[in-house]
């Protein structure tokens, strides 16, 4: 497994600013967490794993991923319908 050393997060980093580690995941379609110096958990953004070729999505998360982009889009018309 080659890791882009740009994607590295530590388990300390993670634990105490997870919102940087995501930043990653959205940057580089992933985040790698390292754990006693080791590679130990992989962090990725599910919008962008499905051109991923070493992981396919299920079709119930491709799914959530469509109604959550359709309820982001259409979400003040939503908002209006619900008063």
């Not at 980093?13 to 940087?20: D, G, I, L, P, V």
């Not at 109604?67 to 939503?78: G, N, V």
């Amino acid at each position: 497994m080659n890791i882009d050393t740009n994607t590295i997060a530590t388990m300390t980093e993670a634990n105490q600013n997870f919102s940087r580690v995501a930043k990653k995941a959205d940057q580089y379609g992933e985040a790698i967490i390292f754990k006693n110096n080791r590679p130990k958990y992989r962090l990725i953004d599910l919008e962008q794993a499905g051109s991923s070729p070493d992981r396919e999505l299920t079709d119930d998360e491709k799914i959530d991923i469509v109604a959550r982009q359709i309820l982001k889009e259409y979400k003040p018309a939503f908002l209006e319908l619900a008063k």
